[in-house]
């Protein structure tokens, strides 16, 4: 019973509460809150900016919803953002159904719904678009829900977060939903900072437990000794770190485990009449309709598996479909068939193979689907809805659905443990795990979550463990000016005031609070070299000084090593670039392939790599890394005409030839013979200036020299580290600022900003400055650039489209190919100065020290153009890699950048009125599609 005193401050709680919306709110809900839902409640009820940090599933759109409720109950506008479009599409759908469709709105760039409603969802590029041009859209504003706000780490896009937070009034509230983070407290500091009374409220708690599991051979088994669910392991840290012995006697012998839980369908506690344990032999490896099966008798479906490759996720259901296997009932199958059918007759007939339509309804109708960006927008949307209604039983998606998309399972399952990062296979980290297996467990449906890792043969159970015990991970910024937001930040503010803006990021908030840190280590180091310094005394001399020029020595003598390795690559280079057909020459090098002869030449000037035929018959290809210093040309022999070295009998009469040559042959008429290797001669004077100072300096004679050297060693290796810190100091005072001018200076050099004649510090925005205000996107410059020179002026709608695809497209994967012929006189002329326009900005970012602008791509000019003259998708894309889903992705950034400029005021009027037709014509079909407008 609670004490009086309790009673009282409840009673002036309730009290509280009746002059806000939460006593109704909490009415319209079919669930008591959970404590941080009420704290988080009340903040907002209060007038305060709250940060919830709290694990996915947990319930944190609540507040959010809380907030929209205060707005509509107080007669003012919330926005409701998100990090991606499909995030928007669905909260409008949910909003919609709560408010009405005449009460919301959606703008996610490429859509525009009702855009002055009381409550607005969209991107938060959008938001952010709003702000630097002022919109009318802004009045009325009171709330802000910044949803997935952790998404301020995506090296990409997440600056526009920032951008957002510093730019809003200060009367809006902003709520801002995360993901549980390690540093809540930073960033609910600087959100404090920059907007004033900002509440941090951080919850760990899921209200489903999770379990960790492994899946050996189809056997599930426990990844901890004990039952420890997903609050627990925070807990009981000596538990977590208890993995079950029986996955640990799996790693250390490399054969399957013995023992095992056994799960039964509706619950997870099981038995097989001996407690669990049996002793069986089981196969490590399991298939994926196996795996499948195996979740499925142990009740574990709906199921989520991660598979981070598009190829992966569409091999994972067409191998189900081929073994058979069917999770849906008849009736399940006759609701997913009318579900399907909405969509079919929307689509045209002729494009429903080159979209993957059939495999796609026959995985759905068994119950099993992909998920993944290069799918069609449309199939994702009736993925996610049958998925929502428990009629798909598996899904097999890419980490892309971890962003937010409301799809929650009973089980998440982990194909692996690491994913190509675009450059190389690195292991997933411990957030991205937790925002991963996050999504099992459904509120208000399970009673428990389940994440299953599938065993693979290098999988390290103390590893998995390890991710599944760490919840949280830092959020640190990606912020730092561009071009766009230099130009807006400065019309709107003027330069100083902008670099002043800028120092408010969070970015500069952490480079300030590390600098902390970093001061701290740097007063650790100095303390241990006067240790070492004393360490060294020596008393014939000062032994830090003779303790220099032993270093200064062993720099220089490295140096004059380096000069020699390049002089050996360009004495190797230049030799493999003399070599004629026929040539027998010597090989010295790692690859110790002896005598050869030259029996195909490449002519790359820079990288010359010759093919030759050795004494064993072998075909190899050399280059300079092949070689110790140049080849040695011993003889010549004369190639057979059309040799091409595929058939044995060919390599082995052109060996004979070259066995006589070399028995034959005189010693060699170019090469390393008499060749000298050698450092420069200032190199070699210094060299010898050090060795002359060392021997005649007292130390030198010291008896303990090489004592005292030891820590003079380690003085030397810290004193470089420690000035290492010192300027990583110097470099994070102002950083962003710095970047700031950086970026400035380029805008300078092509004329969009110049310094005001009167004051220095200050800067006046050009014309072509102001049009370059109105564009976004990475590429932001080099379009307004091309759009300045007047290349566009003239194209007509599909010439535009398909030219400004290249300066939006990225491709996945590298093109080496060769430029291929332009639609039109007009865009070659386009593309040829975009590229010539690229370089000239390139070579500015370099010196200026900024990141590089993406070149140009053209893999999307031609399906662009194809699509906006009217032809049918197949068509557009005929002889590409590109997947329908891509396209259609690519096709609505087109729109939006069009949009843009078709915006800007005083554009060229031909040129407006292009892009407005080009948008039309891009706007059609699959690419016009979205369940959101029906």
Sequence with gaps: MNTPAERYAAAKERTKEADTGLPEFRATLGFDLDPFQEEACRAVASGSGVLVAAPTGAGKTVVGEFAIFEALRSGRKAFYTTPIKALSNQKFSDLVSTYGPERVGLLTGDMTINGEADVVVMTTEVL????????????GLGYVVMDEVHYLADKFRGAVWEEVIIHLRDDVQVISLSATVSNAEEFGGWLDTVRGDTRIIVSEHRPIPLFQHVMVGGKLMDLFAEDVAFDQ?????????????????????GFPASRSRSFQRGGRRGGNGNGGRQREQISTKVSRPDMIMALDRAGLLPSLVFIFSRNGCDAAVAQCVRSGLALTTTAEA???????DLVAYKLPTDDLEILGFWPWREGLMRGFAAHHAGLLPIFKEVVEDLFARGLVKAVFATETLALGVNMPARSVVMEKLEKFNGESHVSITAGEYTQLTG??????????????????NDTDPAAVAGLASKRTYPLNSSFRPTYNMSLNLTSQFGRERARGILETSFAQFQADRSVVGLARQVRAREESLEGYKKAMTCHLGDFSEYAALRNALSEAEKEASKTISRQRRSAASESLESLMLGDIIEVHGPRKLGRCVVVELDTAWNDPRPTVLTEEKHIRRIGVQDLDGPVEIISQIRIPKGFTGRSPKERKDLAASLHNAIADSRPPRRGAAGFNFSGSQEQEEKIAELRRALKAHPCHGCSEREDHARWGERYTKLLKDTNKLRSQISGRTNTIAKTFDRVASVLEQFEYMIPASNDKDQAQITEAGQRLRRIYGERDLLTSLVMESGVLNEMNAEELAGFISALVFQARREDN?????????????????SINLWSRLSDAEVIARLPETVAPDSGLIWPMYKWTKGSDLRECLRGTDLAAGDFVRWAKQVIDVLDQLAKIPDLNAGLARSCNRAVDRIRRGVVAYSNVVD
Aim: net charge negative; glycine share 6%.
């Design 334 to 340: 006759t609701e997913i068939e009318q579900a399907i």
């Design 233 to 253: 392991v925070a807990e009981t840290p000596e538990r977590s770190a208890a993995v079950n012995p029986e996955l640990g006697k799996l790693a250390q012998r």
């Design 439 to 456: 999504r099992a467990g459904r509120r208000g449906i399970d009673v428990e979550g389940h994440a299953v890792v599938l065993w693979q």
């Design 128 to 139: 952010r678009n709003m702000l630097y041009a002022d919109s009318d859209t802004l009045e």
């Design 817 to 833: 190919s060769d430029e291929p012929r332009m639609p039109s006189a007009k865009v070659q002329l386009a593309w040829e100065s």
